[in-house]
């Protein structure tokens, strides 16, 4: 069976920051994968682009937010499509769960991966989190014809919010992603003028590889990403 | 590297009931495996030899034990340990302590699997579990010459209780058996007049195996083992 | 005072599964008994009849569905009403809670059962549960006269889930049903071809009596059905 | 910068019982302080007056309860708003939201205080918590020019429910209000007839400043408010 | 069967102030009780004793203690036993372990009531909950002849520790204790010149009662004393 | 009442790692503080100086990290005092919680600092913090003569383990050390050759100061160390 990543995003930058190591390294693998970015996050994650220019239209920075985040994904290898539902609010409605189970339905992901349930610092992550589990167990759980196209259950992760301890993210998988850090950095720069972000994440990515060699043992790990599983997996083996 | 599987059970006959399964997959990956039974379970697990006989003596009860679960680990190929530190009190010590990490440290297992942490119904499940989580780590988390020979860090699962839910554990981790279903039940036939226990776990696998399928939606696991990761996972890949 | 017991589910089979022997051993008890199904799970849990037939229209779905749960509820000798709300997805209104609340308010429970909490494998149940959890604390919750009828707190609880660990569900209380198992099976074989889900509750009431066993030194208890409270009990006496 | 105390109750006596002794202090301490009353619990929270006259109408009752807490209000020395969204069902909308929203916006507050999460006895407190935490983040997460005015994020808490333990109250933060208890009895006394409830939340105060007492060891607090931090705090130093 | 309440408590005050309404009650019940007192707690709870006149000698506070304890006990109605364990610092071994698995073989009862499993206020607390924990379950869960004399299993409650929330005590079984509350008071009076601490948990008697009747409905509830279940119940209804 | 700070380490290396800001926080602002070290870390915490040097003997090593911490101590400006209680395996007797009392009685802190509860990388953090729990309340909650001299209640922290989400460490207070990170630097510098580790954990120091940004908004703060509470605090008012 084909492998399949599709990663659910409330804002246009949280994949890169996020999971583009493991987009890429799954893509390595020769899976396919899909980015669906609810909003721009055109208010609440712009700021940069505000303080240049104070005077921009909220349609001009939605146009270079998508500029940049269809550039990220075109280095990491990735299709990207972008919902444009708004954010400070973003509000979800059955429409826009209905809409969002066809896109899951359309591309029969193996693997979701989206935020984590709680997020005392953003109103939007958790909303992403509750629209993705109903879509998905819309697009899965029934067995039967349903009012919507029926496919196998995906494996189902939370990738790691900006504070985890807070956020009650516990990582249970980590990802080794050294092969394809070059390619997360490169996808990093494109987004606009946050070098601090960049620097960020990039720490992030050092200090979850330290985390996995003393996990593991396996010392050639130079960075990773850490995620969370929201269902149990299903082995042939122990090992 | 070779991969290697441990099981600790308090009492002999715990690796049959909860891990059999996963023990016969691991050998027919081509693992080694290696069974520590902590204790006969002289008193507390062997009901049935007392009530067949009142008059036996500890003793004799031991020897039947340690017959049973060695026949059980012939029919699944692995090898047994019996520590006989008794039970109904099982006394942790220093010394045992530093027994049990010298056997870790000379088998360098990959995976090492015990109880729950928690056991409202059995006081010698959770002594078993905090003596191999204190083995495990004064084996593997000094990185450097200690009192105790050093080797990688072993991946570690809590197995099954009687009483799941009660016991605080949530599996994360389902093992398909159902290739060696046979074995199990062939394995779990040696330990004595016990037919209701081995319907019981007969009926557990099998139940087991229906949340795998719904969890995955691989319709053709029949029988399964579930357990609980007790550190998280390094990966290559999300797939 | 009357003692009353008020189950409610999300499709109209959650009942005989789940709470079947409780609700037959409260009409032993000389309760009355009423059973809410909110939907008839035409799509989420009609598997079967869409595998004989996938022809059926939705509505075809439904009347049979009616009628087997009907047979069911008979065969118990409990009233059962029929919201028809739709599933996969279920959509609940304020419209939909007031008329959950004046059910309440109409028949006066002294006890409701309903869905855990959490389930993340069906869309539905957590719905069915926050409905129940507002409807309850409409009909009970304000000590004078409000929008809706006023009625003692009913006991609260959460009947067992498919997959409990991962609901959340921790048991608390167990029901003997061995003196109504009969009826409990006999239910069960009206819910049409599934045979499988028959042999499936069966084994769990046996399981679970073992628990009840366990926990509480009564040899006698044959089956029994396991159920969490959402609120403390208050009793005359510790014992 | 100006100390600013916002406290958000779901009914109009809510600030009285649970917080009127921190904001009492809070302006003996030069701060500035908002009452915000969603409803005036005129279905919920007025048994009293209801069993005085039950032909009273919903208006009046409103009328009443709209007097006393503007009394309570006027003893503490605090502005309060009341929003009139009805009790027994309130109801939460975007627009209510947006309301609230544009309240903490003009407040600037730098701490916020509301219901805790869950509550199994009340149907708006919950409900209560959730706007006050979306309305909170609205107006401070964005870090740039949104749809809200955008203020620096206010610290937040809880103040503690009627029964603490099933709402899942965990106090970390106990207030001495030793000095300001006279004023908060005054207000108690505003509240109608409940003569009963000035009672038991005098024993409160005092039962808090006996844990008070023992935590830290400052023989002087007799009487104490306990509250429940949502988000950490930020300090200059350990002590 | 006979219904017999066992009362563990670290200090021989713990059964007055916890727990003399529950054994009042079930000796009004005709239940049989017994209470073991692990220490006098000569050091952690004499503060009254010392203050009235510090050249005391360790022995002379016991020999009070014991006296008033004794008193208390006879007012309930019921056995005491005092195991002059010492406190600051309890200490327990393997000795004292089987001393109190035997005690419970002796007594045989069916309803054990101890400490909570977490107290950061009090060293003695936990360890009582230990030792009660594990006595019980060498009593009761082997199943066959063991070392220690096999019975029932009996339910396992905790009483109330002073600071519910910080103890992670959540009460899930409320006691009505309104027609024995005068002979709380009066234990409560033997116990020396605390006259705080009967009106503090005097306090707590009607403040829970208030609780179990927004919890019940029941009315008539004066006092009650609150509790938390350590095992499930079985029971042969769900009213 | 002057202030003072202890912290306890199970290692001679802990308390530079994790804490060096706070207590050079805490002496800039007039407090006292002293440092203990359970053990030198001389075979679970020095790869360095065995990788140098595998022929070097245990004495050797412990010199080495003697004078290391001492001179680490030195910069900051805080006494330290070293108990050499080894490690891997670490043992704690009833000897040392009493040692470890009157270490606690003498210093009268007002504010102890140690490990977190929970670590499953590391056997002997657990033990310091249980250790440390027991002490603090031997020397403080008894509240009457007893064996042990008897203080205030001390505020108890956990400071931030290597790998906090797997740690259950959620932190609650961020302490500002931007004007003493300098300090931290220079006393990292002291602890040998592991260079890695003073850049990884001045990177941490800059990752919690983004987080305490952005949870107050105080736009100054450069460094913060990450600490949880164990117990509540007491304030003066809420602000």
Redesign the interface.
Known sequence: MK?K?LVIGAHSGDFVWRAAG?IA??I??G?DTLVIAMSYGE??E??EL??EN?NRTEESVKIIRHEQAQKAADILGTPIQFLDWGD??M?IS?ER?TQLTKIIGDFEP??I?THSEKD????DHPLAFQAT??AR??S?????????KNI??PVW?SFEP?????CG????????ISSVMDKKLAAMSCMGAQTYLKD?YA??A??RA???R?????KD?KF?E??Q???????????
Chains 1, 2, 3, 4, 5, 6 share one sequence.
């Open positions: 492998k990543l493991t390294k799954a390595e693998e899976g208010r609440g712009s700021g505000w303080k104070p400070y609010p509000l059955d769960i193996t693997v991966m005392p610092f953003n109103p589990q109903r167990l819309l899965s759980g029934a067995g039967v014809p349903s009012a919507f196998d259950p992760y900006h504070q985890p301890e807070l993210f516990v990582p249970d998988t980590f990802v080794d960020y720490e992030l050092s200090r330290n985390h996995a003393r996990i593991s043992g396996k790990i990773a850490a995620h599983s929201q269902v149990p997996r299903v082995v042939s083996s122990i090992f």
